[in-house]
Every structure is written in structure tokens, then in C-alpha cells.
């Protein structure tokens, strides 16, 4: 068995948000600056340039990459060797994103109930945790900030079986179109299909923390991937929905086993701000 102290994981989590509060996606970096390289209109231009400065002005001047920092999000891999004493990971996670809130600082963005009060907790927690069992003694953490514009975008819809393929596709790429610039592209779609009504939603979160622009291992599931990325970026909303042929920069998939009167999907939007990393313990 192997022991990693509440110390070390508290302060690995601090570490990470700070880094991603400043530091967006390279990929993304990388796909904005190829799209502002070729654009020919200039109002399109002119957004994906200040996209592309802010992605060099936030890490050099340390001011948040987007003034909303989201709901922290972590998905941890704990391997069945490893024992944390004294404490569970949620408190650990919490009280993490509290410090960071104060000492970068960052915005506070949740509530502690969502309905009546909406009262604010001011530390930027709790984090949305999801913990896996996996083997091995290493302890894995994948942690995002996600803001609350592409969240509120994203869609769950339960399919019947037999939906035929082009449906399916017609319906995800009219659903993220409709969001317009709500969802502030350009966007990474993160899709789920399968499992049952709350797993699809927790498998397209996972899908954004795919490294961009993957191939998918099954090779029907990269058809649909590229497919879906396609027909997307054909419909010209474009950047900020100003037009162009950069909706999005990617779309991943994850599926896994479901009923046999079910087709769960869910998609789960990310704006530009793609603000991630993957740490190990």
C-alpha cells in the first residue's frame, strides 16, 4: 500500500488551479492562431485576434485567462493501493479550491443552494468531484475550471434505440448551433453515449479531457467524431457566432455499455477558455 499525505494532495490541487486559471490549452493556442492565420473577414479576425492575445497576456501579466472561473471540476483516478489518512478527497479538494480562491484571487461563482437563497459561498467551493477506482498506486487527477456559459449550453437527450445515425448527428449539430455564441466559441464538444441518464453526462464531461483532437481507438466512432466536427464548423456561426469556419475545434466521444431501450447522449459544450490539466500523484 502506498500513503500520499492530505498535505501533498492539497497543495498538488492549489498548484493546478493556479496554473490553469492563466494557461489555456496549447492545442487550443495552437488551433485559434492556424484559424486567425487564414481568416479573410476582418470583424471574424479581429475576434479570433483578441482571443489569441489574451491567451499571451493572461500568463504574462497572471490575470485569470476568463473572469469566470467556474465550478471546479476534478475527475480522480485513485488506485486501489493508495491510502489517504485523515481525510476524505472532497474535503481535501475543497479546501484547496478555497486557498486558491483567495491567494490568485479568482471570482467566487458558487452558490451553496441553487434555488431560494443562492447564497454565495465565497471560496469557489465546494469542487465537483468524481472519484474512480482504478489499480495501481498512483492517485490521478484531472482538474478544469469550467465556466458557466458553455455549461449552461450543453444538452442530455435520451434517444430511443432506434434513431438512425444521420438523426442523431442532425440533432447534436442543430442543438450546438442554436447556442450561437452563448457558449462562447470556438468550442470543444465533449460527447457521451451510453450508460444510462446520469453516467452519458458524466462520460461528455470526461470527453473535454481528451487530449484535442485525438483520433478515437474505434475507427466507426472517429467517422462520427470528424463527422459531427464537420458539419459544425460548415454551418459558418463561427467564432463568437460572428461567422467563419471555426465553430469548433474538436469533438471526442466516450461511450460505454447501455440498456437495451436506451440511447443515452449527452454533450457537454467547452468554450475557448479550455482550462485543464492532468497531474499524478
Given at each position: 500500500m502506498r500513503i500520499v499525505s492530505r498535505e501533498t494532495i492539497h497543495r498538488a490541487i492549489c498548484d493546478a488551479i493556479r496554473e490553469i486559471t492563466f494557461n489555456n490549452d496549447p492545442?487550443?493556442?495552437?488551433?485559434i492562431n492556424q484559424a486567425l492565420a487564414t481568416e479573410k473577414n476582418e470583424l471574424v479576425a479581429d475576434v479570433l485576434a483578441s482571443i489569441s492575445t489574451n491567451n499571451t497576456i493572461a500568463p504574462e501579466d497572471q490575470i485569470p485567462l476568463c473572469q469566470d472561473t467556474g465550478s471546479t471540476i476534478i475527475i480522480a483516478?485513485?488506485?486501489?493501493e493508495v491510502i489517504i489518512p485523515g481525510a476524505c478527497l472532497q474535503e481535501i479538494a475543497d479546501q484547496a479550491a478555497a486557498e486558491a480562491q483567495c491567494s490568485i484571487p479568482l471570482r467566487a461563482s458558487i452558490v451553496s443552494e441553487p434555488l431560494f437563497d443562492r447564497?454565495?459561498?465565497?471560496?469557489?467551493s465546494p469542487v465537483i468531484l468524481h472519484i474512480n477506482q482504478v489499480k495501481g498506486d498512483k492517485l490521478q487527477l484531472q482538474i478544469a475550471q469550467k465556466g458557466g456559459g458553455a455549461e449552461n449550453m450543453s444538452f442530455l437527450i435520451m434517444f430511443p434505440p432506434t434513431t438512425p445515425l444521420q438523426?442523431?448527428?442532425?440533432?447534436i449539430v442543430s442543438r450546438i448551433i442554436e447556442t450561437g455564441s452563448r457558449a462562447c466559441p470556438p468550442l470543444i464538444v465533449g460527447i457521451g453515449i451510453g450508460g444510462n441518464f446520469e453516467r452519458c453526462a458524466y462520460l461528455a464531461k470526461a470527453a473535454l479531457f481528451e487530449p484535442l483532437g485525438r483520433e478515437h481507438p474505434d475507427t466507426r466512432y472517429a467517422e462520427l467524431e470528424q463527422g459531427i466536427l464537420d458539419e459544425i464548423n460548415a454551418k459558418g456561426?463561427?467564432?463568437q457566432g460572428m461567422g467563419g469556419n471555426l465553430t469548433a475545434l474538436a469533438v471526442h466521444i466516450i461511450y460505454e455499455p447501455c440498456h437495451i431501450a436506451s440511447l443515452p447522449v449527452a454533450v457537454n459544450l467547452q468554450c475557448h477558455a479550455h482550462r485543464h490539466t492532468h497531474i499524478v500523484i
Open positions: 492545442a487550443v493556442i495552437t488551433g483516478d485513485i488506485g486501489s447564497a454565495n459561498t465565497g471560496t469557489n438523426t442523431l448527428k442532425d440533432t456561426s463561427g467564432a
